[in-house]
């Protein structure tokens, strides 16, 4: 690797593992659940309860939401930020949620555990700056047009800036298919570990955006070497804000992470 | 102008009518204290007269005198019950009040504007009880405070540790991106620095973090956030933009509660004040005593009575009933130049 990525490569560590309540990234595989977005306080709570409950790790949800249209629904803001603490004070699950504002890094900090910056924002420099500088983990996607060097020279920012805390994950990149809403590009994740000491997660919910590729998908990227998965599950998603089509519900959540479950075991003895 | 932002200033002229009313019977509770029976005819005359000629344009005379009539009853019905007053120091809301509550939640707590108009209305009977920050684990001990309970002739008759958890309040629907200054006490500014150069906002210090609540919500000021408890957010209307934003969790304050009258049965714990002459190991001399008696001291804390004169304020376990700790004191009286007791007195643990 070049001179540029001289602080996420393999070479300047062994393997970076970060720890939030008593989780390894790096070391465990996790799962990251929640809905796409925080749209109300029953919502939130009944998801964390039943992602809790069939074993996932972390908390998911959206309070500031980057959507493609303005007319969109924009998420809750401060308000969807209260909710997700509710949540963990119910659940104990650590949170992850999106930072999409650098006014916003340091409120987000307060209550999440984890600040995501989202595909759209992978190269918002000023954003990566700003999360480069607090104390806080730091989920960086990989932007639906990028390459890998691009993205991890993203990560150098962030490290370069003091936080040595980068969690990478792959959510698929635009290709000239259209039958799923991304192409999830699972050679990334061999990629990285070959590039870099930072652990990588895949999101299939994103990287398909269809119900039906996200179990396969997801044994797939576990199978790749995936540090864990980031997967939406809302309590009804039929009626939910955003991304409808590619939120399990509960049921569908937890047969899901028993065969995910399943195949980490093996993997370990691999 | 929409109906939606009239009805807003209505429901806020709402609530000051209901906290100037309720002023009013807090102060009519206190004349209680100065008056030999409840009913003062001439005194209700001379307050209808006053109002028939105070009546403005769109308000009838009748209906100001039937109002006023109704208030009064009020009044009389609240005096006839002859309760029993805990004074604190700050506005409604303050953190005094919420200890003064979980002390005894029977008793009418009234604002004072100083801890000496809390002390100087225990002492003069206005109030029965006054409660008092003694000190804290982040801000260190009340300065003031203490310096009265030097000088005070009332004796503690309880003692209760609160937990502090500060909020940050803003006046509903404020943008947190908006916020720029934030107003408080100088203790819950000191105790939640490190959350303010976090997030870039400027300390303003204020008389009360209760007080900063109410002026937020009396005067709307634009970019104002301030930092007080989640019973000043009720109170006043405002919404928690982040709860318990204390730099330190354990934030404790301990409040002493004061009376006039010292409690007969005794209790868990005494408080003494007391002065040594200014000799080589005087103060290890009183030490020793409590160590020989192997009594647990629960505080020690010095503060200058003069220049160069230090008053010794100490607490321990034990009660004045016991007659060792009797005899502990009279020991103590004889190797000190000015020995005060407190009071002995229980004291409650708020998780």
Redesign the interface.
């Known amino acids: 690797m070049s001179k540029d990525l001289r602080l996420i490569s393999k070479e300047k560590e062994k393997k970076t593992i970060i720890k939030i309540a008593d989780l390894k990234i790096g070391e465990d595989f996790i799962v990251i659940a929640g809905p796409c977005a925080v749209e109300n306080e029953r919502q939130t709570i009944e998801t964390a309860i039943a992602v809790k409950e069939a074993g996932a790790n972390m908390l998911r949800g959206g309070a500031f939401k980057p959507r493609t249209s303005p007319y969109a629904f924009q998420g809750l803001g401060l308000k969807g930020l209260k909710i997700l603490e509710k949540a963990k004070q119910e659940t104990g699950l650590p949170i992850v949620t999106e930072v999409i504002d650098s006014r916003d890094v340091s409120w987000i900090s307060e209550y999440a555990d984890v600040l995501q910056i989202g595909a759209r924002n992978m190269q918002n420099f000023s954003l990566l700056k700003e999360v480069g500088k607090t104390d806080k983990p730091v989920l960086l996607k990989r932007g639906m047009y990028s390459t890998l060097k691009e993205w991890l020279s993203c990560a150098e920012y962030i490290l370069s800036e003091g936080n040595p805390n980068v969690i990478l994950c792959e959510r698929g990149i635009r290709t000239f298919e259209t039958y799923t809403r991304n192409t999830l590009d699972l050679s990334m994740v061999p990629a990285v570990k070959e590039c870099t000491h930072l652990p990588v997660l895949v999101d299939p919910s994103h990287g398909t955006g269809k119900k039906s590729l996200i179990g396969p998908m997801s044994l797939a990227a576990i199978a790749a070497g995936s540090d864990g998965l980031i997967v939406e599950v809302h309590n009804n998603p039929e009626v939910a804000l955003s991304d409808k089509e590619q939120q399990f519900n509960p049921a569908e959540f937890k047969a899901y992470m028993e065969k995910v479950l399943k195949l980490s075991e093996i993997m370990k003895q691999l | 102008m929409g109906l939606k932002s009239i009805r807003d200033k209505i429901d806020a002229i709402d609530s000051k009518i209901l906290k100037l009313l309720n002023a009013r019977m807090e102060q009519a509770i206190i004349a209680r204290k100065y008056k030999d029976q409840v009913m003062d005819s001439n005194r209700e005359k001379e307050i209808l007269e006053r109002i028939e000629s105070d009546t403005g344009e769109l308000i009838s005379p009748a209906f100001c005198q039937k109002l006023f009539k109704d208030i009064m009853s009020e009044s009389r019905k609240l005096q006839e019950k002859n309760y029993d007053i805990i004074a604190f120091q700050g506005e409604h809301g303050a953190y005094s009040e919420m200890a003064a509550k979980a002390w005894n939640k029977e008793l009418i707590s009234i604002p004072c504007s100083s801890f000496a108009d809390v002390f100087n209305g225990v002492e003069n009977g206005r109030f029965e009880y006054g409660i008092v920050p003694v000190d804290n684990t982040l801000g260190g001990i009340v300065g003031e405070v203490n310096n009265n309970l030097m000088h005070t002739h009332l004796h503690i008759v309880g003692a209760i540790e609160n937990p502090v958890e500060h909020c940050l309040l803003t006046l509903p629907g404020t ?3 908006d916020i720029k200054k934030v107003y408080s006490h100088s203790q819950a500014l000191s105790q939640c620095k490190n ?1 303010l150069e ?3 906002l400027e300390p303003v210090p204020y008389y009360d973090t209760a007080g900063a609540a109410k002026m937020l919500s009396e005067e709307r000021p634009e970019g104002v956030a301030v930092i007080a408890s989640k019973f000043a957010a009720v109170l006043y209307n405002l919404e ?3 709860s318990n ?1 204390e730099d330190s969790r354990a934030n404790k304050t301990r409040f002493v509660v004061l009376s006039k009258n010292k409690i007969e049965k005794g209790g868990e714990k005494c408080s003494i004040i007391f002065t040594t002459e200014h000799k080589a190991g005087t103060l290890f001399k009183v030490l020793e005593i409590f160590a020989k008696a192997n009594i647990n001291l629960t505080r020690i804390e010095s503060m200058p009575k003069q220049l160069l004169n230090y008053a010794f304020f100490l607490d321990f376990l034990g009660s004045d009933k016991d007659e060792k700790i009797q005899k502990v004191l009279k020991e103590v009286e004889e190797h000190t130049t000015d020995l005060k007791f407190l009071g002995c007195y229980n004291e409650r643990k708020v998780a």
């Open positions: 943008n947190h991106r959350f976090r997030n870039d928690i933009i982040k934003i």
